[in-house]
Nanobody, 120 residues
Framework: QVHLAESGGGLVQAGGSLRLSCVAS????????MGWYRQGPGNQRELVAS???????NYADSVKGRYTIFRDNAKNSVDLPMNSLKGEDTGNYFC??????????????WGEGTQVTVSS
């Protein structure tokens, strides 16, 4: 079993900053990538930012230049500092890990989600 523990999130005024963190633990053979997805009210879950084992990053266009994702391979963790937050950044943020628990198959694992609310 794999567990993703999220921290961070909360309420912030527009223009402010927050930092999300996620740590993966359990029977991990190898992590392909880790990242964050966002789900707003009535919306589908969408990719915000991800980073693979080699350090290649991927961002949603809406957060480029404001969010930066960092990964610590030794700790199986990712951090997501979020700056210049806007109302449209509001949502439930889910940590994702694409993880091999054995050498053959990988699976997507999810955290429970952490709420980010940006007030105007």
């Amino acid at each position: 079993q794999v567990h993703l523990a999220e921290s961070g999130g909360g309420l912030v005024q527009a223009g402010g900053s927050l930092r999300l963190s996620c740590v993966a633990s359990g029977s991990i053979f190898r992590i392909i990538s880790m990242g964050w997805y966002r789900q707003g009210p009535g919306n589908q879950r969408e990719l915000v930012a991800s980073i693979n084992a080699g350090g290649a990053r991927n961002y949603a266009d809406s957060v480029k230049g404001r969010y930066t994702i960092f990964r610590d391979n030794a700790k199986n963790s990712v951090d997501l500092p979020m700056n210049s937050l806007k109302g449209e950044d509001t949502g439930n943020y889910f940590c994702n890990g694409r993880i091999y628990v054995h050498p053959i198959n990988w699976e997507d694992y999810w955290g429970e989600g952490t709420q980010v609310t940006v007030s105007s």
